[in-house]
Nanobody, 126 residues
């Protein structure tokens, strides 16, 4: 099982970026995937989650209306389209796999993951 994030970059406030999470060793049809961010010394903060069971999507409040999570099952990759980026979005972004095919209650804590990637850095300048 492997998750590899990519797409992080330095962007100006108001800009857009798409992060990608390439999965290998398993199929996205079987597991829910969450994007989360974590700064050193701080707790994980879930940004968005997509269920495998029915494709339902969930967003943290500040992400609603700006971010869109999607799954490209042909490429076994999950994307996070991020628009109108703000300096407070600056963080290392990770994708992780839940043990279930649905986003559990409390997904926003990004706890209980059984695999996650190495992260990709997003920096938003003001």
């Amino acid at each position: 099982v492997q998750l590899v994030e990519s797409g992080g970059d330095l962007v100006q406030a108001g800009g857009s970026l798409r992060l990608s999470c390439a999965a290998s060793g398993f199929y996205l049809d079987d597991y829910a995937i969450v994007w989360f961010r974590q700064d050193p010394g701080k707790e994980r903060e879930g940004v968005s989650c997509i269920s495998a069971s029915n494709g339902a999507t969930y967003y943290e409040d500040s992400a609603k209306g700006r971010f869109t999570i999607s799954a490209d099952r042909a490429r076994n990759t999950v994307h996070l389209q991020m628009n109108n980026l703000q300096p407070e979005d600056t963080a290392v972004y990770y994708c992780g796999r839940f043990r279930y095919n649905f986003c559990p209650t409390g997904w926003i804590t990004a706890q209980g993951l059984d695999s996650w990637g190495q992260g990709t850095q997003l920096t938003v300048s003001s």
